[in-house]
């Protein structure tokens, strides 16, 4: 339909509209040009061209923590509003929305409702990566094994509060661009405090969901950043040791885990070797690449698997902070 209305506007001597996409992925107007674009070009390929030449698609980021809706949220909808709404969305009281000032004729004014409207959204979109969601990451895995089921009471431990910090300010927040507007040192407490926000009630398992996906775009980036210049890397390799702990299916306490992944039959069956086999988790290229081949990163890898058999999830973090 979006082609079909651009098509019309060409043949009419219509100026375009702009195509701005609101979608969760990084580049993501980049994205709906490419898929746009390609589309029309299997129509009309003068089509496509001017929709290369002509049409505009900003990129956009968002952030705000939605977590999984559940009945006690349907229940209360009905309750305080007489609304059987079977999918509210729940959601926590910060909001940021980063848009790019690549609008075709004319746009509304979004500063004035509260949105970044800047130059360029990628320097705020690794910020979040970088940040929060490599450090939701951080807190999952070893909040499972440790016993926690809602992110609020792991975030809440000063245990685990200081191992974000710790992993934010020594390498996440040195593999970022500057980001022009924003506080790094405010934006990351309020990270700490957002998680530890006991009315989001979010849970640990969507955090640890879908895991192969999400830690080659969200930590992975920021390791092989660090590997690069020579810096830290040592809480970054100990959250990959936690997912690969975590893989195994079984907690702490012998009680299964499940493992939700669309490989996950696969990471669990490399996980299940590597008591034997240290590195048959890392051994996976096709989502750690090259990292195994890196003596300095498997070491630390290996240090944080080989404590969180012997000694647990707690008394490791303990030593990952003392250091």
Same mark, same amino acid.
């Given at each position: 339909?979006?082609?079909?209305?651009?098509?019309?506007?060409?043949?009419?001597?219509?100026?375009?509209?702009?195509?701005?996409?609101?979608?969760?992925?990084?580049?993501?107007?980049?994205?709906?040009?490419?898929?746009?674009?390609?589309?029309?070009?299997?129509?009309?390929?003068?089509?496509?061209? +001017?929709?290369?030449?002509?049409?505009?698609?900003?990129?956009?980021?968002?952030?705000?923590?939605?977590?999984?809706?559940?009945?006690?949220?349907?229940?209360?909808?009905?309750?305080?509003?007489?609304?059987?709404?079977? +999918?509210?969305?729940?959601?926590?009281?910060?909001?940021?929305?980063?848009?790019?000032?690549?609008?075709?004729?004319?746009?509304?004014?979004?500063?004035?409702?509260?949105?970044?409207?800047?130059?360029?959204?990628?320097?705020?979109?690794?910020?979040?990566?970088?940040?929060?969601?490599?450090?939701?990451?951080?807190?999952?895995?070893?909040?499972?094994?440790?016993?926690?089921?809602?992110?609020?009471?792991?975030?809440?431990?000063?245990?685990?509060?200081?191992?974000?910090?710790?992993?934010?300010?020594?390498?996440?927040?040195?593999?970022?661009?500057?980001?022009?507007?924003?506080?790094?040192?405010?934006?990351?407490?309020?990270?700490?405090?957002?998680?530890?926000?006991?009315?989001?009630?979010?849970?640990?398992?969507?955090?640890?969901?879908?895991?192969?996906?999400?830690?080659?775009?969200?930590?992975?980036?920021?390791?092989?950043? *660090?590997?690069?210049?020579?810096?830290?890397?040592?809480?970054?390799?100990?959250?990959?040791?936690?997912?690969?702990?975590?893989?195994?299916?079984?907690?702490? *306490?012998?009680?299964?885990?499940?493992?939700?992944?669309?490989?996950?039959?696969?990471?669990?069956?490399?996980?299940?070797?590597?008591?034997?086999?240290?590195?048959?988790?890392?051994?996976?290229?096709?989502?750690?690449?090259?990292?195994?081949?890196?003596?300095?990163?498997?070491?630390?890898?290996?240090?944080?698997?080989?404590?969180?058999?012997?000694?647990?999830?707690?008394?490791?973090?303990?030593?990952?902070?003392?250091?």
């Amino acid at each position: 339909m979006i082609v079909e209305a651009l098509a019309r506007r060409r043949a009419r001597g219509v100026v375009p509209f702009t195509l701005m996409s609101c979608d969760n992925l990084q580049g993501n107007g980049d994205l709906s040009r490419r898929v746009f674009t390609a589309f029309a070009r299997l129509r009309d390929p003068e089509l496509a061209d +001017w929709i290369e030449a002509n049409v505009r698609f900003p990129n956009s980021m968002v952030d705000r923590i939605t977590p999984v809706t559940t009945d006690a949220d349907r229940a209360e909808i009905a309750r305080r509003f007489g609304v059987r709404d079977r +999918w509210p969305v729940v959601c926590e009281p910060f909001t940021q929305w980063v848009l790019a000032d690549d609008f075709g004729a004319g746009r509304p004014s979004y500063e004035k409702v509260g949105v970044q409207v800047v130059d360029d959204v990628e320097p705020y979109e690794l910020m979040k990566l970088r940040l929060l969601n490599a450090s939701h990451q951080a807190v999952a895995y070893f909040g499972h094994l440790a016993g926690y089921r809602l992110v609020h009471e792991a975030a809440g431990d000063p245990l685990f509060a200081r191992f974000l910090r710790q992993y934010m300010d020594r390498e996440g927040t040195p593999t970022l661009a500057p980001v022009p507007g924003v506080d790094l040192d405010a934006y990351k407490a309020s990270l700490l405090e957002r998680f530890a926000n006991p009315e989001v009630r979010d849970t640990i398992a969507r955090l640890c969901a879908e895991s192969s996906d999400r830690i080659p775009k969200w930590l992975l980036p920021v390791v092989r950043a *660090q590997l690069a210049t020579g810096g830290p890397i040592g809480h970054a390799a100990a959250v990959v040791a936690s997912w690969a702990r975590y893989a195994e299916g079984v907690d702490e *306490q012998g009680e299964p885990i499940t493992v939700v992944d669309p490989l996950a039959d696969r990471l669990t069956a490399a996980a299940r070797r590597q008591r034997t086999e240290p590195l048959a988790f890392l051994a996976d290229r096709s989502i750690f690449g090259d990292l195994i081949d890196d003596e300095r990163f498997t070491a630390a890898y290996l240090g944080t698997l080989d404590s969180l058999h012997r000694v647990g999830a707690r008394a490791t973090l303990e030593k990952l902070v003392a250091g």
